[in-house]
C-alpha cells in the first residue's frame, strides 16, 4: 500500500530526530557495555537471544551498583506495599469539605487497586524505567488501555524510543519502533474491529504481511508508532479525530498508515534523571562516573593478571635447562639443580603490590557508590541507635540530596501518568460520580505524594518542631515558665509531626471524634460532681423541707 503525505512526513521526522541523537546512542552504548550488558545494543548488529554480552565488563561493583540504585529509587518514590500518591482538591474551601474528600479517597483506591493488578505488570516495568533512568538518563513508560481487561505498563527501551520537545521543554512527540510478527500485526491492528472496520483494516495491512499471515510463519515486521500533535482538531467530533494527538501506527517496509486512532493525553510519560536545558535526552549517574568505571575495569584486568602472576608465576631457566616441567605435587623434575646444588630455574619475581590495585579499585567503586547514592540511602540501616531527631536529620539529608530529581521525576512522570490512568478509567465509567460542590468549584485536583521520599522532604518542618520543643521543655521547669506551653496548639502539633512521619490515617482519631471524646469527658466529670454533691443536695433539700413545715399554721403550737 502507497505511503501519504503524512506517513513520508513522520518517517522524516523520525530519521531526523536519529540523526541528531546519534551522540548520545554512542555514550549510551559505552554504558550499556559496562553497567546493563543485557540493555538492547544501540550500536551494531542486532543480538541473538541469549548472546553473552559482558566481553567488555571485569568488574561487577557497578552493574549491581546500578540495580540496588534502582530498588532504592522504586522503595522511595513508589513503594508497592504503600499508597504512595492521592489526589487533593485544589479549592481550599473544599478542603474540609466530607462529601469531596470521600470522592477523592474512592477514586484514589479504583487508582491504585488497577495499578497492581496481576495484568497491569506495573511495578515491573517501573522497575525497568529506573534502571534506564540509572544508566541512560531516560526513560519512556506507555500506559495503555486494555479495554475490558486493564491498565496496561510497558517500559520502552531507549534503542526505539524517539522524542522531541515543545516550546516549554514538555514531549510531545514520540516515536517508537517495533517488530510484530504477522499474527501478532493481526491481533493489533485487526482482531477486534468488527464489520465494515475490520474489512478496512484488513484491506491495509501490507500483501508481505497478509501472506506470512496465511502460511503461519515466524517472521517478524518493521513498524512504527508514532505519537504527535493533531494538526486539525474538529471539536465537534467525538472519535479520534477530536482528540489532540493523533496515533499511527506505519509499517515501516513501504511507511504505510496500518492503522490510525488518537489519544486524549499523551500515553508515554518520558521523563529525564537530571537535564541540559539545550538537550532533549536526559543525564545519568552512570554518565559521571563512566570514566572512573572504565579505569576500574582495567585496573581489575591489571590485578587479576598481577595475581595470577604471584600465585603462578613465569619460570626462568638457564638455556640447557631440560624442559618441560612437571608442575604437579611430589613431580621429579630431572636437571633442575647445577653441580653445586643451587636451581636452575626460578620463579620470575615481578614485585608488583596486588594490594595498591585492590586500594585503588575501592576508591573507583567508592565513587560509583557516591554516583548512585548508595551511601546515604544506608545509612539509616546501618544505624539503628540512631534517635528520633537524628534520624530526621538524615531524612532531611537524603531529600536535598534527591529533591531535584524527584520533582523531575513527580512533573514528567508520576503527573502524567495519574492524568493518562485517570482518562482512561472515566472513558470506562469505572470512577464514582463526581460531587456537585468539586464541579461547581471547576473539578481541579492536583496530586499530592505521599511516598518516602516526599515525606523525608517534610522533614525539616519535623526538626524544627523537635527543637523547638526539646528548647522549651526544660524553661516549662522554672516558676516562669509553667504557662509556657500554652503558646502551642499541641493537638496541631501531634498532627502535623504524625503527617510528616507518614502514620497511618486509619490510626489517628478525626477532629469531630476527638471532640465528642472530649464531650463524653466533660459530661462524665459533669456527672461525677452531681454524684458527689448528691448527698449534701439531698441533706439540704431535707432542712428546707422541714423549715417550711415549722413555718406552716399551727406547727409552733
Known sequence: ?????????????????????????DHWQDIADVFRPQAFPFKGEQPRPGEKRTSKMYDAAPPLALERFAAVLEALLSPRNQVWSKLVTTDDELQDDVEVQRYLDSVNRVLFRVRYRPASNMASQLAESYLNLGSFGTQALFVGDDVGNAITYRSCGLHNILIAEDAYGRVNQVFRHYQFTAQQAMQAFVGRKEGAARDAAWARMPASVKTAYDSKASTTFPFMHAVVPREHVDAQRLDYRGMPLASLDLFMGDSSIVDEGGFRVMPYCVSRYTKNSEEIYGRSPAMLVLPGVNMLNRMKKATVRGAEQQVDPPLMTMDDAMAPFNLESGAMN??????????????????????????LMQLERGD??????????????????LNMMQLMEIAKEKAALLGPMMGRQQ??????????????????????????????????????????????????????????????????????????????????????????????????????????LDEDAANAEQMAQLVAAAPQVTQSMKSMAEAQSMLQPGSLQ
Not at 347 to 354: E, I, P, S
Not at 477 to 492: M, P, S, Y
Open 1 to 25: 500500500m502507497a505511503s501519504d503525505e503524512r506517513s513520508r512526513h513522520l518517517v522524516a521526522a523520525a530519521k531526523a530526530l536519529k540523526n541528531d541523537r546519534s551522540t548520545f546512542e
Open 334 to 359: 630431572y636437571g633442575t639443580l647445577n653441580e653445586q646444588g643451587e636451581p636452575t630455574v626460578r620463579a620470575f619475581d615481578h614485585k608488583a603490590d596486588v594490594r595498591l590495585g585492590i586500594e
Open 368 to 385: 560509583v557508590r557516591d554516583a548512585f547514592l548508595l551511601d546515604v540511602f544506608q545509612v539509616m540501616m546501618q544505624s539503628p541507635q
Open 411 to 516: 512533573t514528567e512522570l508520576f503527573g502524567p501518568m495519574t492524568e493518562r490512568e485517570l482518562d482512561i478509567l472515566t472513558q470506562a465509567g469505572m470512577l464514582p460520580p463526581m460531587p456537585q460542590a468539586l464541579i461547581n468549584a471547576g473539578a481541579e485536583v492536583t496530586i499530592e505524594y505521599l511516598s518516602p521520599m516526599s515525606l523525608a522532604q517534610r522533614a525539616e518542618t519535623g526538626v524544627s518542631i523537635m527543637r523547638t520543643l526539646e528548647a522549651v521543655i526544660p524553661l516549662t521547669q522554672t516558676e516562669e515558665g509553667k504557662g509556657a506551653l500554652r503558646v502551642f496548639n499541641i493537638e496541631e502539633t501531634v498532627r502535623e509531626m504524625a503527617s510528616i512521619n507518614n502514620y497511618p490515617a486509619k490510626a489517628m482519631r478525626s477532629k469531630e471524634e476527638v471532640k465528642a
